[in-house]
């Protein structure tokens, strides 16, 4: 009696081609996703980037073809001496003083209120957004109407307690500040909402332990939320720097610059495309470009060190 042996199943040859495949394709799939933005940054951010920062060191001119001369460092000395630039970058800080600020708190202050208020914070939530998502274009024109000298909103109403309204966007001593308070009004919804949502992140248990040891809302605020808040404030001051930093749309559409409250990018905009001096306004920008990244590099060091003191 003889029996029969089975030989064991054959198994395919090791390629490299099956090994290597799906492991290939997995790793190539996000780069493709990310190709088209990879392209456009490239194409947008970063090539215009490096064209303008080619451009600051030539006295490059839009009524003359090429670059032109190269001047080295001359574009930027003469920057330096300009009164034009100092006073614009002095209108920048002026309007960052006057809103960064008042931004940070009051979308704090507005966002607890909020956040404990039980029915009806969606209403809340909508008022404050709202302004956020309307166009540069058509916040100008709402405010240029109410501000209007004689026949404004807000003339209107001052007029009827007997009070006599400045020129608010004329009146040097008044434009900034006008600015700003649209500033206010126009973005506020921004730090509003990311402040909402850093609070509905924190455990409720916090607060029902702390009522149950007697600390009231106060108490609570003051212990729980705006320690633990801290992360979104450095995020939003630092977001909020920088845009202010970069201020232009209002500032041109409400006052084209004028009564003292033109900024540096409308400096840069003025050089660039009114006197044609392309290679001074490329200088301007990149030195611009340097001091929003001294400041916000700085602020970031500030709050890490401060993070490791809070851990340690």
Same mark, same amino acid.
Do not use: C
């Given at each position: 009696?003889?029996? *029969? #042996? !089975? /030989?064991?199943?054959?198994t395919p040859?090791? =390629?490299? &081609?099956?090994?290597?495949?799906?492991?290939?394709? +997995?790793?190539?799939?996000?780069?493709?996703?990310?190709?088209?933005?990879?392209?456009?940054?490239?194409?947008?951010?970063?090539?215009?980037?490096?064209?303008?920062?080619?451009?600051?060191?030539?006295?490059?001119?839009?009524?003359?073809?090429g670059l032109?001369?190269?001047?080295?460092?001359?574009?930027?000395?003469?920057?330096?001496?300009?009164?034009?630039?100092?006073?614009?970058?002095?209108?920048?800080?002026?309007?960052?003083?006057?809103?960064?600020?008042?931004?940070?708190?009051?979308?704090?202050?507005?966002?607890?209120?909020v956040n404990?208020?039980?029915?009806?914070?969606?209403?809340?939530?909508?008022?404050?957004?709202?302004?956020?998502?309307?166009?540069? *274009? #058509? !916040? /100008?024109?709402?405010?240029?109407?109410?501000? =209007?000298? &004689?026949?404004?909103?807000?003339?209107?109403?001052? +007029?009827?307690?007997?009070?006599?309204?400045?020129?608010?966007?004329?009146?040097?001593?008044?434009?900034?500040?006008?600015?700003?308070?649209?500033?206010?009004?126009?973005?506020?919804?921004?730090?509003?909402?990311?402040?909402?949502?850093?609070?509905?992140?924190?455990?409720?248990?916090?607060?029902?332990?702390?009522?149950?040891?007697?600390?009231?809302?106060?108490?609570?605020?003051?212990?729980?939320?705006?320690?633990?808040?801290?992360?979104?404030?450095?995020?939003?001051?630092?977001?909020?720097?920088?845009?202010?930093?970069?201020?232009?749309?209002?500032?041109?559409?409400?006052?084209?610059?004028?009564?003292?409250?033109?900024?540096?990018?409308?400096?840069?905009?003025? #050089?660039?495309?009114?006197?044609?001096?392309?290679?001074?306004?490329?200088?301007?920008?990149?030195?611009?470009?340097?001091?929003?990244?001294?400041?916000?590099?700085?602020?970031?060091?500030?709050?890490?060190?401060?993070?490791?003191?809070?851990?340690?």
């Open positions: 009696m003889t029996t *029969a #042996t !089975v /030989a064991p199943p054959r040859p090791f =390629t490299s &081609d099956t090994a290597t495949t799906p492991r290939t394709r +997995g790793n190539a799939a996000p780069w493709l996703f990310l190709a088209p933005f990879g392209v456009l940054y490239l194409l947008f951010v970063l090539g215009p980037t490096a064209y303008g920062f080619v451009l600051s060191f030539f006295d490059t001119s839009l009524v003359r073809p032109g001369d190269a001047v080295g460092f001359g574009n930027f000395t003469d920057l330096l001496a300009s009164a034009d630039f100092w006073s614009s970058l002095g209108n920048t800080v002026r309007f960052t003083l006057f809103t960064t600020p008042v931004l940070v708190v009051l979308s704090l202050v507005l966002a607890v209120l404990r208020v039980g029915r009806g914070n969606r209403v809340f939530r909508f008022a404050f957004f709202l302004p956020y998502v309307l166009p540069s *274009a #058509t !916040v /100008a024109l709402i405010w240029m109407f109410i501000l =209007t000298p &004689d026949s404004g909103g807000l003339a209107t109403v001052l +007029g009827a307690v007997g009070v006599d309204a400045p020129s608010w966007l004329g009146d040097p001593d008044w434009a900034m500040q006008a600015i700003a308070g649209v500033t206010l009004w126009w973005t506020l919804g921004f730090n509003f909402v990311l402040y909402l949502a850093a609070l509905q992140d924190i455990p409720r248990e916090l607060y029902e332990a702390a009522a149950i040891d007697g600390a009231g809302p106060w108490q609570q605020t003051a212990r729980i939320t705006f320690p633990l808040l801290h992360r979104t404030t450095a995020l939003v001051t630092a977001l909020q720097l920088i845009a202010s930093l970069k201020v232009f749309d209002q500032i041109y559409l409400m006052t084209m610059g004028a009564a003292d409250t033109r900024p540096v990018l409308e400096y840069v905009y003025d #050089t660039g495309f009114t006197d044609y001096r392309v290679g001074a306004a490329s200088a301007a920008s990149m030195l611009y470009f340097l001091l929003i990244l001294l400041v916000s590099g700085l602020w970031l060091l500030a709050t890490r060190r401060r993070d490791r003191e809070v851990i340690r």
